[in-house]
T-cell receptor, first 112, second 115 residues
Framework: NAGVTQTPKFQVLKTGQSMTLQCAQD?????MYWYRQDPGMGLRLIYY???????DKGEVPNGYNVSRLNKREFSLRLESAAPSQTSVYFC???????????FGSGTRLTVV | AQSVTQLGSHVSVSEGALVLLRCNYS??????LFWYVQYPNQGLQLLLK??????LVKGINGFEAEFKKSETSFHLTKPSAHMRDAAEYFC?????????????FGKGTSLLVTP
């Protein structure tokens, strides 16, 4: 039972480069989420997808785009990476918020 | 939007001592509340949740939390700390103002357990 799978686990980008973080879940969950974690800041919501075909902005969406490719997959794209986007990125999914989230193991991104 | 405040970014206890991690929430309606634990270099794992059933909620690894509406609190406790409890703990509240009821997380409390 894989749960939530994130790729890659580590990435170093140069300022201005683009990349896509991949997330896939195999639990038939309706909702998926992208958070970033920074020291002393907790987790902040970037984007979420309440159901297949819908996406909405969270607290810190600037500089990011998302795609809910199908029910399983929810990708996060950085079009032009900036050092301020150096962070650990977590994808999560849930069948319904009341049941809590299942988190992936994270992607550690460094922008130099 | 609903939010949580975790009091104390670092808490240190001795092995065998009581663990108390504090969380206060802001919400005008009964929220869903959660505690998550994060071990080093790992994702977050659900410890326990409150979803308007029993106010005293028991979770994994001997942790429990009590929902107190009058105090808008959801503090996490464990009677006797173990070395393996050393981790980062996050309180979270469901945000009813967005369509996905996405969770808003506190800034976290790092628990240190000393021998």
């Amino acid at each position: 039972n894989a749960g939530v799978t994130q790729t890659p686990k580590f990435q170093v980008l140069k300022t201005g480069q683009s990349m896509t973080l991949q997330c896939a879940q195999d639990m038939n969950h309706n909702s998926m989420y992208w958070y970033r974690q920074d020291p002393g800041m907790g987790l902040r919501l970037i984007y979420y997808s309440a159901s297949e075909g819908t996406t909405d902005k969270g607290e810190v969406p600037n500089g990011y785009n998302v795609s809910r490719l199908n029910k399983r997959e929810f990708s996060l794209r950085l079009e032009s990476a900036a050092p301020s986007q150096t962070s650990v990125y977590f994808c999560a999914s849930s069948v319904e918020t009341a049941y809590g989230y299942t988190f992936g193991s994270g992607t550690r991104l460094t922008v130099v | 939007a609903q939010s949580v405040t975790q009091l104390g970014s670092h808490v240190s206890v001795s092995e065998g001592a009581l663990v108390l991690l504090r969380c206060n929430y802001s919400s005008s309606v009964p929220p869903y509340l959660f505690w998550y634990v994060q071990y080093p270099n790992q994702g977050l794992q659900l410890l326990l949740k409150y979803t308007s059933a029993a106010t005293l909620v028991k979770g994994i690894n001997g942790f429990e939390a009590e929902f107190k509406k009058s105090e808008t609190s959801f503090h996490l406790t464990k009677p006797s700390a173990h070395m393996r409890d050393a981790a980062e703990y996050f309180c979270a509240v469901s945000d009813m103002s967005n369509s996905g009821y996405a969770l808003n997380f506190g800034k976290g409390t790092s628990l240190l357990v000393t021998p």
